[in-house]
């Protein structure tokens, strides 16, 4: 059996780590069945020459993770099989989970093509890391399964979507690395040190709302929401800000809630603002796929866009490219969000994280398009 075992002495790995490395590899090819004593340590330690302490700190992890056990003055022995075998494969486990990042989806959207986005550019750069990814759903239920598994499994966690304060605590207190894309849901009830990405909502809102006052607008319909939710009143927020620094008196009447983001949602909200289309000449949404809505209910209705009215989205999603006309938005920064992202968890994770903090993206630009125009 020792003569299956070599080791290199020039070598840059701890002897005793190379002779830990050679047993475990016998017992499991199963070289060293269930039952086989193993050397003495004198009589290893010769072979190899190399120090008795050196071949105890090797047979010491290896008994410590259940391969085999040690009697005093009697020797060294391998497990029964199925111990054995079951050590092996939570050595094996532990190997996979320290390479493994959880993405736990709160109250994400189906069609939400943003969230679709981020989760795509997750798989690419955690992949290029060594890191695979384990997605699962948050219903709520703060110690669910689910939640408490993932913890098991990963070596840190990336939170996507309307992130739960309370979740964000839980995950602190058990000391695991966590890392948010995309804000809190709501303020307060948390702690500081959280590494979070998220996108400058305020300026987002701002920034298409600006956009349109400078085409002349004055008369400025919002819809967005749903606004129990923090980024939605910060978006209203932005939009106020704007109207502010042009002098144009904020109109809650002008204000339009919506519970989803969706096309279908889009449709429904346009029946309401062309109930009142006089008391305003251009609409400002928080979604891409609202605004797509919108127009498609107004080239039914036969309503002209930007002639009628003009329209804004925000996301930048493919859909508000391809439509006609096209939509005015506020590009999103998906690649450098997940760049980011990746960068703070894995800094967590390796033990080099500077104090955790939360990044702000500014909104990188804003893309003008047909489906907003001067007032005339």
């Not at 000391?175 to 948390?190: H, S």
């Not at 029946?271 to 305003?280: I, N, S, V, Y």
């Amino acid at each position: 059996m020792l003569r299956e075992i070599s080791i290199d002495h020039g070598s840059a790995t701890p002897l005793y780590k190379q002779i830990y490395d050679s047993f475990l590899k016998l017992i499991e090819t199963g070289k060293l069945k269930s039952g086989d004593k193993l050397p003495s340590t004198p009589t290893i330690a010769a072979a190899l020459k190399v120090g008795p302490l050196t071949v105890d700190n090797a047979l010491n992890i290896l008994a410590r993770e259940g391969l085999i056990f040690r009697r005093p003055k009697i020797g060294s022995f391998v497990k029964e099989r199925d111990e054995a075998n079951e050590a092996v494969e939570t050595k094996k486990l532990k190997a996979v989970s320290n390479q493994l990042i959880s993405v736990i989806l709160c109250d994400i959207e189906k069609t939400d093509m943003y969230w679709h986005e981020i989760i795509k550019e997750l798989e690419l750069e955690c992949s290029k890391k060594g890191f695979g990814l384990l997605f699962s759903t948050f219903n709520g239920d703060i110690k669910s399964a689910a939640v408490t598994n993932l913890m098991g499994q990963t070596a840190g966690t990336f939170l996507c979507g309307k992130n739960s304060p309370e979740l964000t605590v839980f995950l602190q207190e058990n000391n695991k690395p966590v890392c948010l894309i995309g804000d809190l849901d709501k303020k307060g009830g948390i702690s500081e040190g959280i590494d979070i990405v998220a996108h400058d909502d305020i300026q987002r809102s701002y920034l298409t709302a600006k956009h349109l006052l400078a085409l002349g607008h004055k008369r400025i319909a919002y819809v967005g929401g749903p606004f129990s939710r923090l980024h939605h009143l910060n978006r209203l927020e932005g939009h106020k800000k704007a109207l502010a620094e042009f002098n144009v008196n904020f109109d809650d009447k002008l204000v339009f809630p919506i519970k989803t983001h969706s096309v279908m949602e889009g449709e429904k909200i346009a029946l309401k603002l062309f109930a009142k289309r006089d008391q305003f000449t251009a609409i400002s949404t928080s979604d891409d796929r609202i605004a797509v809505g919108i127009a498609k209910k107004a080239n039914e209705c036969g309503i002209k866009i930007p002639e009628e009215f003009s329209i804004s989205g925000c996301g930048d999603l493919e859909i508000a490219r391809v439509v006609t006309p096209a939509i005015t938005t506020i590009q999103s920064q998906t690649s450098k969000t997940v760049k980011v992202a990746v960068t703070k968890l894995l800094k967590q994770i390796k033990g080099k994280a500077n104090a955790p903090c939360r990044t702000v993206l500014a909104s990188s630009k804003l893309i003008a398009r047909a489906s907003t125009g001067k007032l005339s």
